[in-house]
């Protein structure tokens, strides 16, 4: 019997899973990752063998922590050649946490970017707020963290340094003038109180939006990580280093030190990097990148890469380019792919979500999902729809889910609320490919959606359920593939089986953006209805 091939390590976190943090304690690796605009926030990843990962909590766990209203998307024309080439779809929400651990304590610092309702003058862009802020746990593994201690900081991407004599360091990207900088501030961590000015440390090298910092110190010397370039085609790596906290900081000859831009690499756009020794001596570098196809599809979006690292003889760091396997590790045939360390740690809801609206349970055979359809659908850019759903994680996969007892009662209650309920592949508010029951009429059927305001693209296709397809037994799939999404439908007891209503090329749902693809279930309706929905199951 042939013996199966290893999966690729890479990417190390599979699906949306951008900006990646990491810290060594004791045994294990911890990761963290931006969230934006869904909650929980700020996945907690633990892992002994930088292969393996499984979710062991979320730091932003307790909607009572910050508030997630204000992290809708805007939509931001890039410019070539002064010419308008694509939209970026910008999220506000938790951008890029770092995770360190100090004295028994674990640390998460990272933004909450409010954007701001107010309209303004043609021309003018809505300014945000960045709130920045700290969470705190002294037990990673019990999934609490403390409500977050907000600091004074004008920028992004916050990171923690604890240097030797005990004084504690915020870097970050800030924009005080025209040019976003690195910047730094010395703060109490236990008031968060800040206890000097803010101060510039390095301007980069001169590639767009210096961002991402991270803080590190070896044989005498500060060293100073980041990204530049913008977090798509141009994005790199490139450091600096001072013998003084505060600078100056010289440039590193050969920088930037790593990057895929120019190349036709499969995995590219890799930057926003965080670096660590392991127990053997060997430094690893951890960074957001993108599974790029020849048709320009990276359909998963930002996800969390791993590749090694070197210093040379003249302490400089470099890393190697990203591969789908980092030299140095291998991963054992046959070994779970899974993600999670616990049921339901992964399910995801948008915005400030009301829970009770989302009844999760299993009755044996796999999830049950009580849904309460209110009138809030998925194009609200504050409010929260009903939705909850998980990552995508595999490039080829499918999600199904059947409805629960379909009879006349329950029909007329639908009917009569207006109800539209179904599976989901939701990136915001401007972009989703759905497949769904619409008994918004006196005669249900199975409604197609497809929405990519960015790329000013939609399609519906509508099919009504008569005759031998009358509605009394509906199960809903979404197959997909790194090239195409096939949304079907059966109404067959069997599910034996199933029709394609339509299909969506995944170039369409692929943008310059931070987000990436979440598939879930789904309800919106004129007053507010139950529907139940089993066999819920999403690859």
């Known amino acids: ?20 943090s990491m810290v060594k304690v004791g045994d294990w690796f911890f990761l963290v990752n931006s969230t934006f605009h869904m909650f929980p926030g700020l996945p907690i990843y633990a892992s002994q063998d930088l292969i393996s990962w499984k979710q062991i909590g979320n730091a932003i766990h307790r909607q009572s ?3 997630l209203a204000k992290a809708d998307t805007r939509l931001t024309p890039l410019y070539e050649d002064g010419k308008e080439s694509e939209i970026m779809a910008c999220t506000g929400g938790l951008y890029a946490p770092t995770i360190r651990y100090n004295n028994g304590t674990y640390y998460v ?34 999934g609490e ?38 910047r730094q501030v010395q703060v109490d961590l236990k008031s968060c109180e800040i206890l000097s000015d803010e101060r510039l440390l390095w301007k980069g090298t001169g590639g767009i939006y210096p961002e991402g ?28 280093r001072s013998r003084d906290v505060w600078g100056p900081y010289e440039g590193c000859p050969n920088n930037p030190i790593l990057t895929a831009r120019g190349t036709d690499e499969y995995i590219r756009y890799t930057g926003h990097c965080d670096v660590l020794e392991d127990d053997k001596g060997q430094w690893w570098g951890v960074c957001l990148g993108v599974r790029k196809d020849a048709g320009g599809r990276f359909i998963m979006g930002r996800e969390s890469f791993l590749t090694r690292g070197k210093w040379d003889d003249d302490d400089w760091f470099s890393l190697e380019r990203v591969k789908s396997n980092p030299s140095g590790l291998v991963r054992a045939s046959g070994e779970p792919l899974t993600t999670t360390a616990q049921p339901n740690i992964d399910f995801l809801y948008i915005r400030d979500a009301n829970l009770k609206h989302h009844r999760l349970s299993s009755d044996g055979f796999g999830s049950v999902v009580t849904l309460t359809g209110t009138p809030v659908d998925l194009t609200a850019p504050h409010d929260s729809p009903t939705f909850v759903g998980k990552r995508q994680r595999k490039l080829e996969g499918r999600t199904s889910v059947a409805f629960a007892d379909i009879t006349p ?42 929405v990519n305001a960015a790329q000013k693209r939609s399609r519906t296709t509508h099919h009504e359920l008569t005759g031998t397809e009358g509605l009394s037994t509906l199960s809903l799939r979404i197959e997909y593939t790194e090239q195409e999404y096939r949304l079907l439908y059966s109404t067959e007891q069997s599910r ?19 987000v990436g693809p979440v598939v879930g279930v789904f309800a919106t309706s004129a007053s507010p209805v139950e529907v139940e929905l089993r066999d819920l199951s999403i690859d």
């Not at 977050?148 to 005990?166: H, V």
């Not at 599976?423 to 005669?443: C, G, M, N, P, Q």
């Open 1 to 20: 019997m042939a013996t199966a091939s290893p999966a690729p390590i890479n990417p190390i976190i599979p699906g949306f899973s951008p900006d990646p």
């Open 65 to 67: 922590q910050l508030s």
């Open 109 to 142: 610092i990272c933004t909450n970017v409010i954007h701001d309702t107010n309209p303004v003058e043609k021309g003018q862009q809505p300014k945000d707020t960045t709130d920045n802020f700290i969470v705190r746990t002294k037990d990673i593994w019990n």
């Open 145 to 182: 963290w403390s409500y977050p201690f907000y600091f004074k900081f004008t920028g992004i991407d916050p990171s923690l340094f604890f240097d030797d004599d005990g004084s504690v360091y915020i870097q970050g990207s800030a924009a005080p003038g025209p040019y976003t900088t690195i």
């Open 213 to 240: 910092p991270h803080m590190y110190k070896r044989n005498g010397w500060y060293y100073l990580l980041i990204s530049e370039g913008g977090t798509h085609e141009g994005h790199m790596i490139t450091m600096a």
């Open 409 to 450: 009662q329950t029909v007329k209650a639908w009917t009569d609320a207006k109800l539209k309920c179904g599976l989901a592949i939701y990136k915001d508010e401007h972009r989703y490919v759905r497949i769904f029951l619409d008994a918004s009429t006196d005669e249900p059927g199975i409604d197609f959606e497809f």
């Open 496 to 514: 034996e089986t199933w029709k394609c209503l339509d299909t969506v090329d995944t170039l369409h749902m692929t943008d310059p953006d931070f």
